[in-house]
Every structure is written in C-alpha cells, then in structure tokens.
C-alpha cells in the first residue's frame, strides 16, 4: 500500500524567508495540494534558507515500511544559468537532515522531482511506523543566483507499507457509512484515496476481499457480504 503524507504544519525549519504568492496563512498551506498539484498557489524565495513541514500520519494498522518517497513541485525566474542545481529536497527524520540536490526548470515551467529514501536516514535503518509519523519533509533554496525567484508550489511524501491482519477491513469501517460489498471494491479503493491518500496497490486486492470476507478484523454492522 502507498499512502500520502501531506504538509500539516510548520516544522524545525520555520522558512521565514520564503514569501507567500498571497495573504498571510501559514507557509505549509501554500504547498499542500494533495493528490495533484496546484501551482496558483506557492511559496517564494530570492536567497538561501531551509524550511520544513510536519506531515499527516500513516493510517491505522500500517507496519512493514518499506520506503519513503518525498516530492517537491518548482519553477525559477530565469533559465539554467543556476547550476543547474539551486533546490535541495528530502526529509528530516529524527534531528537529522538528508536532502539532494534537483533539477528546477526556469522561467515558470513547474517540474515534479523526488527524493527516494529505502532506509532511515537518521542511522540507516529500516523504516518504523513511529519514525514516519514523526517525519518532517524538507526543502532547501540555495540562491545562488541573485535576484532571481525560486518558487515551492506543491510537496508531500508517498510511503510504501502493508497492513496489519484486518487492515483492510479497520480501513473500511474508518471510511464508509454504508453497506459495502466485496464486489463494491473499486469504490473502497476510491474512497481510500480520497480520505487518507492511502492507494491499494494490485497485489493487495486478494488480501482485502479476505480479509473482509473472512472478518480477520472487529466486526462493523454496516458491512455486507
């Protein structure tokens, strides 16, 4: 399963430099577009500095990480004159820092890039469920050249995980209200995507048909087989 971890707050990095496209929200707001990008809103900065975002949680029942992906969407006033690096992007998991450098496209053309991280780069380990809830993700302008705008418009991290036994079904009873039957599961996935941002991935569908149908998990009146 890969689940969606949005930008929910500012984090170690306030980013105080890095300037609103409008009002006067907080930064992470600017950054937080969920499922696909929406550039019309971002962040902005002519210098050097770091800032940092306190992300979502996994969802109930998540073990076995595997991987954490962070995303970061930019563009730049200018051409590639920058290096063609002047954005560093990844996370900050337990105080330490682990970022690389990416391509930026100028001249207002937005790119999507990211950062893979198959181990806890705070040690080197594998991944645990109460580090990844505590992640920050992390982004870094540069400036190395002045007067010229680098822009944050949109930034999350994608985690590869499984579920416990009857995840699926705790999955479904957080998301639905209504009567649910196995042949119903296009829309549980659906609608998983839509409230957590949880993506079932194809070899995960046989584990959830039993897992419901076989009630590996606390019963819920409203699902029907």
Not at 182 to 188: F, H, I, N, P, S
Request: aromatic share 10%; glycine share 12%.
């Amino acid at each position: 399963m890969i689940t969606r971890l949005d930008p929910n707050g500012i984090g170690n990095y306030a980013g105080t430099s890095w300037s609103r496209s409008s009002g006067s929200a907080s930064r992470e707001t600017y950054v937080d577009d969920g499922a696909s990008a929406n550039d019309s809103d971002y962040l902005f900065i002519d210098g050097a500095q770091k800032i940092s975002f306190t992300l979502t949680d996994l969802p109930g029942g998540a073990v076995n990480v595997s991987q954490v992906e962070a995303f970061f969407r930019n563009t730049r006033d200018g051409p590639t004159a920058a290096g063609p690096y002047d954005f560093k992007g990844g996370v900050r998991s337990n105080g330490t820092d682990s970022n690389s450098n990416l391509v930026v496209s100028g001249l207002g053309t937005h790119t999507t890039r990211s950062v893979l991280f198959g181990t806890d780069p705070s040690g080197g380990g594998s991944w645990t469920v109460a580090r990844v809830n505590s992640l920050e993700v992390l982004g870094e302008s540069l400036g190395l050249v002045a007067g010229e705008n680098l822009y944050l418009s949109w930034v999350k991290c994608d985690v590869t995980h499984g579920l416990a036994a009857g995840g699926f079904a705790f999955l479904v009873g957080s998301l639905l209200g209504a009567a649910l039957g196995l042949q119903e599961m296009a829309r549980l996935a659906k609608a998983a995507y839509a409230r957590t941002g949880s993506l079932i991935t194809p070899d995960e569908y046989r584990t959830a048909f039993e897992a419901i149908k076989y009630n590996r998990a606390p019963k819920f009146t409203f699902l029907e087989f």
